[in-house]
């Protein structure tokens, strides 16, 4: 029998990776994100390459009230949910404290803590139900460590780690798992959405390295998700072999 697992984020790099590639492993999907036309196209690809089914939701995460009415619209078939990978989250301009961009900050706290909270606290009381369930938190090398001009984006990756161990411990009466995984690069839209759509820019953070790849961390959360029963994996960090910590580099001429 197949388990379900639902992706935040899947419109995109790390969670369109991760939902491929569990469709090719014996997962039926619940793809979200803001990007209706990407979850219908993801949707159509999976469902002609896979004999995987998948349910798309479509709403904006940072909000509360759209959180809640999507989980609270899922079928009767797509009540249970096995898997939650948390994914959905993005990194908005890169300036010191004294002249960030507030709205850039609402925006990555919002993304990455508070809609993180929302969808967690409604999917996990439907696996409390049940007395078991698996949740990964995609976190980041920036939840690790702290980077010039990175601040308010580190700042909740490290709540990411932060909440992650407070899910453990609240859950684990429960039954059910919970991790986190940690990417270093990874060459997706990551740097262009944080550069607002400058290209030059966001190609220049990968220049003479070779990056991480979508499914470099895809491949991680499958082996996360499928360990057996009685194994859980806390806390993973995958970094490129050309990258020791967040701004360390070893960049080919």
């Excluded at 939840?143 to 990175?150: A, D, F, L, S």
């Excluded at 580190?154 to 407070?166: D, L």
């Excluded at 059910?176 to 400058?198: C, H, M, Y």
């Excluded at 991480?212 to 009685?230: M, N, Q």
Aim: hydrophobic share 40%; charged share 25%.
């Amino acid at each position: 029998m197949k388990k379900t697992a639902l992706i935040t984020g899947a419109t995109s790099g790390i969670g369109e990776a991760t939902s491929t590639l569990l469709a090719q492993n014996n997962f039926n999907l619940i793809i979200t994100g803001r990007r209706n036309e990407r979850l219908n196209a993801l949707k159509e690809k999976i469902e002609n390459e896979t004999d995987s089914k998948v349910h798309v939701l479509n709403f904006d995460i940072r909000n509360q009230q759209e959180t809640e009415k999507a989980i609270q619209s899922l079928p009767e078939e797509w009540q249970t949910v096995d898997v939650l990978i948390n994914n959905a989250g993005l990194a908005a301009g890169l300036s010191g404290i004294d002249n960030g961009n507030v709205d850039d900050w609402e925006r990555m706290i919002d993304t990455n803590i508070k809609g993180l909270l929302y969808i967690s606290r409604l999917v996990s009381a439907r696996m409390i139900e049940k007395g078991e369930g698996h949740i990964v938190n995609i976190s980041s090398i920036a939840g690790r460590e702290t980077y010039p001009m990175g601040n308010v984006y580190c700042a909740t990756k490290h709540a990411v780690q932060a909440i992650t161990k407070g899910m453990r411990l609240d859950f684990l009466k429960h039954g059910i798992k919970v991790s986190s995984v940690s990417p270093g690069a990874v060459e997706t839209e990551f740097s262009l959405v944080r550069f607002a759509g400058d290209s030059e820019r966001a190609n220049k953070v990968y220049e003479g390295i070779t990056p991480l790849a979508a499914k470099d961390i895809a491949d991680t959360i499958l082996f996360v998700v499928t360990r057996p029963k009685h194994v859980n994996i806390d806390d993973i960090l995958v970094m490129p072999t050309d990258q020791a910590f967040s701004r360390d580099f070893n960049r080919k001429a």
